[in-house]
T-cell receptor
Framework: AQSVTQLGSHVSVSEGALVLLRCNYSSSVPPYLFWYVQYPNQGLQLLLKYTSAATLVKGINGFEAEFKKSETSFHLTKPSAHMSDAAEYFCAVSGLEDGGSQGNLIFGKGTKLSVKP | ETGVTQTPRHLVMGMTNKKSLKCEQHLGHNAMYWYKQSAKKPLELMFVYNFKEQTENNSVPSRFSPECPNSSHLFLHLHTLQPEDSALYLC???????????????FGPGTRLTVL
């Protein structure tokens, strides 16, 4: 079965510092991977997704993620954090494993990002 | 604004009440989803509708009853809920392709449900 592990339920960085949010996945089929962001009192918004094209994926708001098959990872990065980046970030995997349903997403537990002035 | 709206945004109900959550998508998608988001737990997929047909029910208690009258609307009927059902209920929609599994899900803002 597919699964996602996000290391660190809470990450704190200073404004202007590098943001690194970790995501590792497990999948028996080529995965499709997503990062979503959730601001307080809002739903989830897609940041970026990997669909087996380029391994380095660029998303909105200056975020990017790199798919590394050998490490089964899809970490999210941003070179310079901004106060407005404070939110919760979710990694998700999708793929047609045996018994799985097309389009269903498996989410990690989320990582809450705090940005200090 | 993602094109998926949910009403109400907040709901407080007693354990004996009956209420319904509504979701509407304006994106022309053919699949809709209900998720439950509880504190310190991953998002839990509850129900999936593809082309208005329920294709997934992840062992959800019968006190939750979904309804999908058309491809743009999705309801979640609630009755005799328990306090542990208090959570954020998120609706999402996507366009499921015939042979692809890369469809992006677009989420609504959620309904914050409190069961007293």
């Amino acid at each position: 079965a597919q699964s996602v592990t996000q290391l660190g339920s809470h990450v704190s960085v200073s404004e202007g510092a590098l943001v690194l949010l970790r995501c590792n996945y497990s999948s028996s089929v080529p995965p499709y991977l997503f990062w979503y962001v959730q601001y307080p009192n809002q739903g989830l918004q897609l940041l970026l997704k990997y669909t087996s094209a380029a391994t380095l994926v660029k998303g909105i708001n200056g975020f990017e993620a790199e798919f590394k098959k050998s490490e089964t990872s899809f970490h999210l990065t941003k070179p310079s954090a901004h106060m407005s980046d404070a939110a919760e970030y979710f990694c998700a995997v999708s793929g047609l494993e045996d018994g799985g349903s097309q389009g269903n997403l498996i989410f990690g537990k989320g990582t809450k990002l705090s940005v200090k002035p | 604004e993602t094109g998926v709206t949910q009403t109400p945004r907040h709901l407080v109900m007693g354990m004996t009440n009956k209420k319904s959550l509504k979701c509407e998508q304006h994106l022309g998608h053919n699949a809709m989803y209900w998720y439950k988001q509880s504190a310190k737990k991953p998002l839990e997929l509850m129900f999936v509708y593809n082309f208005k047909e329920q294709t997934e029910n992840n062992s959800v208690p019968s006190r939750f009853s979904p309804e999908c009258p058309n491809s743009s609307h999705l309801f979640l009927h609630l009755h005799t809920l328990q306090p542990e059902d208090s959570a954020l209920y998120l609706c999402a929609s996507s366009q499921v392709q015939a042979s692809e599994s890369t469809d992006t899900q677009y989420f609504g803002p959620g309904t914050r449900l409190t069961v007293l």
